[in-house]
Antibody
Framework: EVQLVESGGGLVKPGGSLRLSCAVSGFTFSSYVMKWVRQAPGKGLEWVSSIDTSSSIIYYADSVKGRFTISRDNARNSLYLQMNSLRAEDTAVYYC???????????WGRGTLVTVSP | DIQMTQSPSTLSASVGDRVAITCRASQSISRWLAWYQQNPGKAPKLLIYEASTLESGVPSRFSGSGSGAEFTLTISSLQPDDFATYYCQQYNSPPWTFGQGTKVEIK
């Protein structure tokens, strides 16, 4: 069974940092592009970042470029998102996701809530 | 960036109805389009990819069509589990963008 389990969310003050983790199982992690997608409360889905299998090709949404860093550890079957200089508008549920053969998303985690507030 | 626009934003329908949701891209994306269903408090679920390919395990009442810049998700006979929010997503080129969502609610 495929599982993606996010952790690391929580309440942080504006300007602060958080590191999200995603532990995966049930598939060969090193073979798939991975993504982070977020959803602000009551809003739609927003792609945040993607990383290819060897960490060679990385993309970011303009809204997080320069502040967030995606990484992966294929030996640990884990995906990460380092979030710095957090803003109120970064408040959202952050989903870890696995791509299919192309950049659609086949599997999603349950999400972890990040709240940026004084 | 490619903008994705869904219509309608909200759709009221009854069990058994045939419903259609449209997704328009701001430029051609060939057939690189996916559809997802999301229930409240849950993660999205993949329904369709490459515009019309049904994901394994998805009921056949869901279908997708279109190419270029205009796409449609059709539910042939709405079931109680189908009252949810639906999103399209283009994967022609980054940034991978989603439509704003269409909420299908009970009439």
């Amino acid at each position: 069974e495929v599982q993606l389990v996010e952790s690391g969310g929580g309440l942080v003050k504006p300007g602060g940092s958080l590191r999200l983790s995603c532990a995966v199982s049930g598939f060969t992690f090193s073979s798939y592009v991975m993504k982070w997608v977020r959803q602000a409360p009551g809003k739609g889905l927003e792609w945040v970042s993607s990383i290819d299998t060897s960490s060679s090709i990385i993309y970011y949404a303009d809204s997080v470029k320069g502040r967030f860093t995606i990484s992966r550890d294929n030996a640990r079957n884990s995906l990460y998102l380092q979030m710095n200089s957090l803003r109120a508008e970064d408040t959202a549920v952050y989903y870890c996701a696995r791509a299919g053969l192309k950049n659609y998303i086949v599997y999603w985690g349950r999400g972890t809530l990040v709240t940026v507030s004084p | 960036d490619i903008q994705m626009t869904q219509s309608p934003s909200t759709l009221s329908a009854s069990v058994g109805d045939r419903v259609a949701i449209t997704c328009r891209a701001s430029q051609s994306i060939s057939r690189w389009l996916a559809w997802y269903q999301q229930n409240p408090g849950k993660a999205p679920k993949l329904l369709i990819y490459e515009a019309s390919t049904l994901e394994s395990g998805v009921p056949s009442r869901f279908s997708g069509s279109g190419s270029g810049a205009e796409f449609t998700l059709t539910i042939s006979s709405l079931q109680p589990d189908d009252f949810a929010t639906y999103y399209c997503q283009q994967y022609n080129s980054p940034p991978w963008t989603f439509g704003q969502g269409t909420k299908v609610e009970i009439k």
